[in-house]
């Protein structure tokens, strides 16, 4: 069993620079199984980050909903994963290796028109807000909200536009 900080600290440690930021150009993923669709309320889940502890801390969070989270730490990994399997829901980080979460929220959408993306970032600029709505996303969820996630994937929390998270 992993160790998690205690949620309500994230904002904390984030700020503090405890999360590196980490240049990781590889796909990490977990293998995604076409055995995995279909299980009764299981959602497949595509976390992508460029920062492996990040993506450890927000699994962790959506673990709580019944899920397969699978890992990826750049954009064109990002899109090939999502082509190969085509999960539920992508998590997708702004700042990434190569392609950034944007262009690669815009090819998944180019690849799946209906493609659930949900931009989790640091960035609450409006800049970055519109840039993400342009490009597809469903979702804007800042990383110091990232408790929201959980009922944004279990539908208990409305999408509404990603200007308005």
């Not at 970032?121 to 800042?142: I, K, Q, S, W």
Request: some cysteine.
């Amino acid at each position: 069993m992993r160790v998690y900080p205690d949620s309500s600290s994230f904002p904390q440690l984030y700020r503090s620079g405890a999360f590196t930021q980490l240049r990781l150009t590889a796909v990490e993923s977990d293998a995604m199984s076409e055995g995995d669709a279909g299980q009764a309320g299981v959602r497949r889940v595509l976390l992508v980050d460029d920062n492996a502890d990040m993506r450890s801390f927000i699994r962790g969070i959506v673990e709580s909903v019944p899920s397969l989270v699978h890992e990826c730490a750049d954009g064109e990994g990002a899109v090939s994963a999502y082509a190969a399997v085509r999960p539920d829901w992508v998590l997708m980080d702004v700042e990434l290796g190569g392609m950034d979460g944007i262009a690669a929220t815009r090819a998944i959408r180019t690849i799946d028109a209906d493609a659930h993306v949900v931009i989790v970032t640091a960035h609450a600029e409006p800049e970055y807000r519109r840039a993400a709505a342009d490009a597809g996303a469903c979702a804007f969820v800042l990383k110091e909200n990232l408790l929201d996630l959980p009922g944004i994937l279990d539908g208990t929390l409305p999408l509404g536009e990603p200007e308005a998270r």
